[in-house]
């Protein structure tokens, strides 16, 4: 069976939207910074994709004629395709100094910030507290 103009378009549409997004779209090429710390860019990619037409047959008057003289077997076809992407950096995640940290690139890095910091504090917390008990309990030996 011949294939329909509409599978060819869609085709060309499906292998340039390949093209353009791969792999190192969404997860960019490692850069090595001089102290040994990978970053790696991350972004979100949105794809949108449309591909329509229609057949229209050819009347006498348009000359639609076969080489035989006779009526047109093939009616006529229009159409058309069309791709749209969107690419938006998130952050940057960085691998370095025993640690992976993600750097968000929109405003909330306050928050991020704290969110990350978080367990630090907690451990130095933890640290001060069983120092206040160790130093009672030399304090009630002593006594």
Do not use: W, Y
């Not at 085709?11 to 969404?26: C, F, G, L, P, R």
């Not at 990978?38 to 979100?44: A, D, H, L, M, N």
């Amino acid at each position: 069976m011949e294939q329909h103009p509409i599978e060819g378009l869609m085709k060309t549409a499906m292998e340039s939207i390949k093209e353009m997004v791969d792999v190192n779209t969404v997860v960019g090429e490692p850069v090595e910074t001089p102290d040994g710390s990978v970053i790696i860019p991350i972004s979100r990619v949105a794809c949108g994709f449309g591909a329509g037409g229609g057949e229209f047959e050819i009347s006498e008057a348009g000359g639609g004629k076969d080489q035989q003289g006779g009526e047109s077997q093939v009616p006529a076809f229009g159409g058309g395709s069309g791709a749209g992407m969107s690419v938006k950096p998130v952050g940057f995640l960085v691998a370095g100094n025993g640690q992976v940290r993600l750097l968000p690139v929109d405003g909330n890095a306050l928050l991020d910030r704290l969110i990350d910091m978080a367990p630090q504090v907690l451990n130095q917390i933890q640290g001060m507290l069983e120092k206040r008990g160790e130093k009672k309990i030399n304090k009630n030996e002593l006594t």
